[in-house]
């Protein structure tokens, strides 16, 4: 798929800004803080409604306005479609083909995108929540239905700890109440819990031979879902059944803190080179190779899932790849992967892509096309 052109009005640091697009390496060039990030994330958020960089939504309109809106054509299966989403100060409005979704999740999948920046470090390093928002946005965009029963288990979960609290203050609890709560957080845990367990091992399938590749075939990795919950049994019935009985086991202690100490929320995943847990133990290189792989690999998965190659948004990291690494990188997208660049300067990036990918200027807000 591409992204044929980008329309922005009053997103970030953009009054007015109107581009279109190459099918192949489109490189942003600028000093810093002139709108490079703006431009990818502008991107990001037309394909899954939502920022790498945050969670307020008022973040992206420019400080002197009311709203913001990004605009941009989508070529997949031969066919040209527009998506619109309009931000405002109370919320988000979605359009495909000029109509309203009304739902995001409807909405989310239109546009398939892999982020490659340098806070994707934080993927092997950071805390947890870094990767289930990584896993999250993954199979959301590849299954729509996922954001709908996370949004259900978050609601749940909500309803759930507040159970828990008025229980711990009052020191005792509805146990009608505490079966219906529970009932429906199993429901969607289960589900939930299920669908990770199934994207991290199709992921890991692409990721291996990536990495094994990319670390001059030194390195095995291997990926390692934790889930909070482990699906025991053979079916959904049964692992819903053990699932209650495990929370019935750990119901009073619940109470004692007054909230909900296990389920999808407290997810992990591991990543191990060589048998050894990349995080503890691996070097920058490592971790930095970890990384990528998982990200290259999320293309190739993208791809399996809906036929189309997704849109790569690389923000500061090619220059920051030694040549090795950028080498397999661009050999991956080579003429199938419609790639977004954003650099400070030129140097140290290959000079084949640089020569033949459409260069843009970016200072201060405003884009022009080389
Ligand atoms: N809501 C906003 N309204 C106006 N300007 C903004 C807004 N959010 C960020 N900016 C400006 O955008 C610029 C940073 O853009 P960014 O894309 O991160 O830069 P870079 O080119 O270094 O990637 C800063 O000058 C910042 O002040
Ligand atoms: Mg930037």
């Given at each position: ?144 239905v996922y954001l709908h029963d996370l949004s259900q288990y978050q609601r749940i979960l909500q309803q759930r700890n507040h159970f828990l609290k008025q229980a711990q203050i009052k020191r005792k609890s509805d146990p009608t109440m505490w079966q219906i709560l529970t009932e429906q957080f199993i429901e969607v845990a289960v589900k939930l819990t ?174 022009t096309k080389q």
């Amino acid at each position: 798929m591409h992204l044929e052109n980008l329309v922005l009005r009053h997103f970030r640091n953009y009054e007015e800004q109107e581009l279109s697009f190459d099918n192949n390496v489109n490189v942003f060039l600028g000093e810093n803080a002139q709108g490079k990030t703006n431009l990818l994330e502008a991107i990001l958020i037309l394909a899954v409604a939502k920022s790498h960089r945050t969670t307020n939504d008022k973040d992206f309109i420019s400080w002197d306005a009311e709203s913001a809106k990004i605009e941009g054509r989508v070529e997949k299966h031969g066919q040209s479609v527009p998506l619109e989403l309009t931000l405002t100060q109370k919320g988000k409005k979605a359009k495909v083909n000029h109509l309203e979704q009304k739902k995001l999740s409807q909405y989310v999948g239109n546009l398939n995108v892999v982020m490659f920046a340098p806070e994707d470090l934080s993927l092997v390093k950071g805390a947890p929540g870094v990767r289930r928002r990584f896993i999250n946005m993954e199979i959301g965009q590849m299954q729509p239905v996922y954001l709908h029963d996370l949004s259900q288990y978050q609601r749940i979960l909500q309803q759930r700890n507040h159970f828990l609290k008025q229980a711990q203050i009052k020191r005792k609890s509805d146990p009608t109440m505490w079966q219906i709560l529970t009932e429906q957080f199993i429901e969607v845990a289960v589900k939930l819990t299920k669908r990770r367990a199934d994207f991290i091992e199709r992921l890991e399938q692409f990721a291996v031979p990536i990495h094994f590749k990319i670390s001059r075939e030194l390195e095995h990795l291997k990926l390692e879902y934790k889930p909070s919950v482990e699906l025991e049994g053979a079916n959904p019935e049964e692992w819903q059944a053990n699932l209650y009985k495990k929370m019935e086991s750990i119901a009073q202690r619940e109470i004692d803190r007054g909230v909900t100490l296990i389920g999808p929320h407290r997810d992990d995943l591991f990543f191990y080179v060589n048998g050894q847990n990349v995080q503890v133990f691996g070097s920058q290189g490592q971790q930095r190779t970890t990384a990528l792989s998982v990200k290259l690999a999320e293309i190739d998965l993208i791809f399996e899932e809906t036929g189309e190659y997704p849109v790569l948004l690389l923000d500061d990291v090619l220059s920051e790849l030694d040549d090795f690494r950028q080498s397999h990188l661009l050999a991956a997208i080579q003429g199938k992967v419609q790639t977004f660049v954003t650099t400070t300067s030129t140097d140290g990036i290959d000079h084949e892509t640089i020569n033949s990918a459409t260069t843009f200027l970016v200072d201060k807000g405003t884009v022009t096309k080389q």
